[in-house]
């Protein structure tokens, strides 16, 4: 009787868990690497941080808050050393096309992560000025 009752338990806790989300892990950010853009700058993305760097410049580090890989957008915010809007969140939506991949920084000044999370602006559908009328900018992988 007590294998069972230890039994009934474990499965028990084992559906809490899996009600709870306790049990499932987040989907690994699908974009991480390294890339380059047409304009010369570096990207490297990994599960934590997104890294710009341009030569002559200072890097600009974006620390990674959030991520939806189903929505394919994610929410950081940048360091208090980026040469433009330093600690404000920013919002990266991305998106393929003909194989190829594409991001849109939609928002970089937002004040709270909340903020940037709510703009939807960015128009996948329109390469050429769907990113707050600018082109998307194309990642080449290194």
Known sequence: ???????????????????CGGSQEQQA???????SDDWGTTH??????????????DDSVFEIAAYDNDADFLVAQGAAGNPFNPG????FDWTESAGA???CQIVFDAETQEAA??????????LEA?????????????
């Open 101 to 103: 991949l594409y991001f």
């Open 29 to 35: 950010l699908e974009i991480v690497g390294s890339y």
């Open 117 to 126: 999370t709510a703009n939807t602006g960015a128009d996948r559908s329109d």
């Open 44 to 57: 490297t993305i990994t599960e934590s941080s997104w890294t710009q760097h341009s030569e002559g410049m």
């Open 130 to 142: 769907g990113c707050n009328g600018f082109g998307w900018s194309k990642l080449n992988p290194q």
């Open 88 to 91: 404000k969140w920013s919002r």
């Open 1 to 19: 009787m007590k294998k069972l009752t230890v039994s009934v338990m474990v499965a028990a806790t084992a559906a809490l868990l899996s009600a």
